[in-house]
């Protein structure tokens, strides 16, 4: 019985948490948005970051928008720190915090720091 309230739980609290976050399923229709999406469905997630890397701010907001935690974890892996920064200085609340956490305890400061310095220089 108590698996059984433990499983229900996690159901139920991943059910909420979707429906928490409406905004992050805007889809990017560009072509470049769609190869990034097309590479982390196929595991590639070197290209993947190529392609990202080569997509305007806003477009790369909206792609990772559109990604679960698990692929935005593999694809920020390998990004660069200022780029994450800038990302989640950018982009709205949820989608940084869900950046930040997708990072190693090592990175998440340096990023979570930068993030604050290019918040203050925007405003």
Known sequence: MTRMIK???????LALRTLESPARRVPDTSPEAESVARACRHGDFGSARLSFLKLA?????RVLQAMDD????????GLPDATLARLCAQGPAPLGEAIVRSLPE??????????????????
């Open 7 to 13: 499983n229900m739980s996690r159901l139920m609290s």
């Open 57 to 61: 701010g806003q477009s790369q907001i």
């Open 70 to 77: 698990r692929s935005i974890r593999r694809l920020t892996l």
């Open 106 to 123: 090592g990175r998440r400061r340096g990023v979570s720091l930068m993030c604050e310095q290019h918040r203050r220089h925007q405003a």
